[in-house]
């Protein structure tokens, strides 16, 4: 059929899904589907084709860094234009079916997925009350601790609001807390804080940060498709904290799947994944990745779950799947079954 992949998009995390739509664009044609890649926040959002089968797809690479904030307004602008009316509408309208390759923003809080709803266009991954529950981590971690998923003490603060709240001051008293904005992924502005100093530095006015204990155990991820969790990835860490640009560069890290873990282990982070998954209202349809970090007694705590993880050729959904014994076309065809009952 024929398959239009939604990828780049206005959020920070552009570059990713660019490269995340390539792969998948590849994957399509290889299953014999036709192809349209579209950014609806370019000024051309029609980035290629109609490919078919036999086609090649350049797949963009990610920066080291992620895009400029300063050009989100005009990427918005366009973005909303694009998804409510005229030929790229028509598009999303006259295909088989929609793939959401984007990731952060409007991509991965609900708005597209609530755009294309209206639209009567049927779309890969979860809907858009999933996405908005698991995009605020506040929000979404209280909600997780409340159904049983271990979740690490945190505070929300907003810098330029008034004085530092006095529970930040407290857990940076008791050991180094890792900042990050409270709606954002792909781990950008993520930093690990030392000092009352650092913090002053780190914080962005005007950004809501989620401040939380930095946690100096093993770290895991949990990707579930459907209703089955695949085999657990381990990213082994060079650097304190699991950043951008260790995410996107090839070889700053080790990911290893299944994990090197006991088997116990294992099983309960696929089940901790699991209710994560359910808990937030993602649907049998739908996939996900949850993240882990232990504590300094080895015990697994939930960081956050992401509703439209990366599908780069380094991302870790692709990584489980293949430790599942799926090859990238398998997934992404696991995928768009999913979609299409």
């Avoid at 998009?9 to 192809?35: M, P, Q, T």
């Avoid at 904005?181 to 030392?194: F, H, L, T």
Wanted: aromatic content about 4%.
């Amino acid at each position: 059929m024929r398959i239009v992949v939604l990828c780049g998009g206005e959020s920070s995390e552009r570059d990713v899904s660019l490269a995340s739509g390539g792969s998948v664009a590849r994957a399509l044609l290889e299953l014999g589907h036709e192809v349209l890649p579209v950014d609806p926040a370019a000024a051309e959002p029609l980035r290629a084709g109609p490919l078919r089968p036999g086609d090649t797809v350049e797949v963009a690479a990610v920066g080291k860094e992620p895009p400029s904030p300063s050009d989100r307004p005009l990427l918005r602008r366009r973005m909303h234009a694009a998804l409510t009316g005229g030929p790229v509408l028509e598009l999303l309208r006259g295909a088989g079916l929609v793939f959401v390759a984007l990731h952060g923003g409007w991509g991965e809080d609900g708005t597209v997925q609530d755009l294309l709803r209206k639209a009567d266009v049927r779309f890969t991954g979860a809907n858009g009350a999933a996405c908005a529950a698991a995009w605020h981590k506040g929000r979404a971690q209280a909600v997780l601790g409340a159904a049983g998923v271990p979740v690490a003490e945190r505070v929300l603060w907003r810098p330029g609001s008034g004085e530092v709240p006095r529970d930040v001051h407290r857990l940076l008293a008791a050991g180094p807390v890792v900042t990050k904005p409270v709606a954002d992924g792909s781990s950008v502005s993520v930093q690990r804080v030392d000092t009352p100093e650092q913090l002053a530095l780190t914080a962005s006015e005007g950004t809501e940060l989620l401040v939380e204990p930095f946690l100096p155990g093993r770290e895991f991820a949990v990707a579930v498709v459907g209703d089955r969790a695949l085999p657990v990835v381990e990213i082994e860490l060079t650097t304190p904290l699991f950043d951008y640009t260790a995410k996107y560069q090839p070889g700053a890290v080790t990911e290893v799947c299944p994990a090197r873990i006991p088997r116990e282990l294992a099983e309960h982070l696929r089940h901790l994944a699991l209710r994560a998954h359910e808990t937030l209202g993602f649907a049998g349809d739908a996939y996900s990745r949850t993240d882990f970090r232990c504590d300094a007694a080895g015990r697994p705590m939930c960081l956050e779950v992401n509703a439209c993880p990366g599908l780069t050729a380094t991302s870790l959904l692709p990584l489980a799947a293949a430790g599942a014994g799926w090859t990238y076309p398998e997934l992404i065809r696991r995928i768009v079954d999913m979609a299409m009952r």
